[in-house]
């Protein structure tokens, strides 16, 4: 089956601090991958996106390149700030007749300090 | 506009009560999704519904009860649940175009439920 491992937090940085959140995929398909952003009381947000091998989703100065070799989509920033302290999921999709299906991994917190 | 909304933001309920959570799309999405996270944890799977039908019931217990009565609505309907089903509930909704494209979620900001 699908299966996504995110690095586990808490990540803690100081403002203007490069950031990394390792995320490893197991897939038996071509999946789609995604990185969703939680703040504090809130639902799910679509942070970026990738459809297939060599593609890099960005937004919000944020980056991940999606590595078919390795399996991998990990998420990063040049620099960041307070405001992006969030929990961060790592998900793929498989879609089939019943609906597309997210697989998500665990979470990643980050805490950002002043 | 990728907006999902859902009301109530928050419900507090007793184990004997009946109450609803609504969700709301006007994206043109075909597939709408029912999710329950607990805190600290990834979002869970409860229910799909594909072009207006059920189409995955991940052996939720009947004391939750999901309807759709158009394509831009859906419902989770909610009767005698126990102190465990607090959590937060998200309803998110996809395309679900023909022909295999890319799917994406999209997701609302959640009801935050507490069964007392």
Redesign the interface.
């Given at each position: 089956g699908n299966s996504v491992t995110q690095m586990e937090g808490p990540v803690t940085l100081s403002e203007e601090a490069f950031l990394t959140i390792n995320c490893t995929y197991t897939a038996t398909g071509y999946p789609?991958l995604?990185w969703?952003v939680q703040y504090p009381?809130?639902?799910?947000?679509?942070l970026l996106?990738a459809?297939k091998a060599d593609d890099k989703g960005s937004n919000k100065g944020f980056e991940a390149t999606y590595r078919k070799e390795t399996t991998s989509f990990h998420l990063e920033k040049g620099s960041v700030q307070v405001s992006d302290s969030a929990v961060y999921?790592c998900a793929l999709?498989d879609?089939d007749n019943?609906?597309?299906?997210?697989t998500?991994?665990?979470?990643t917190r980050l805490m950002v300090k002043p | 506009d990728?907006e999902v909304t859902?009301t109530p933001k928050h419900l507090v309920m007793g184990m004997t009560n009946k109450k609803s959570l609504k969700c709301e799309q006007h994206m043109g999405h075909r597939?709408m999704?029912w999710y329950k996270q607990k805190a600290?944890?990834?979002?869970e799977?409860m229910f799909?519904y594909?072009y207006e039908k059920l189409?995955?019931n991940e052996s939720v217990p009947s004391r939750f009860s999901p309807e759709c009565p158009n394509s831009s609505l859906l419902n989770l309907h909610l009767h005698a649940l126990q102190p465990e089903d607090s959590a937060?509930y998200?309803c998110?909704s996809?395309p679900?175009s023909s022909g295999?494209a890319?799917?994406?979620?999209?997701?609302?900001?959640?009801t935050?439920l507490l069964v007392l």
């Open positions: 789609s995604f969703y009381g809130e639902g799910l947000q679509l996106k459809t999921f999709s879609l019943a609906g597309n299906m997210l998500f991994g665990g979470g | 990728t859902q597939a999704y600290k944890k990834p979002p799977l799909v594909s189409s995955i937060l998200l998110a996809s679900r295999g890319e799917e994406t979620q999209y997701f609302g900001p959640g935050r």
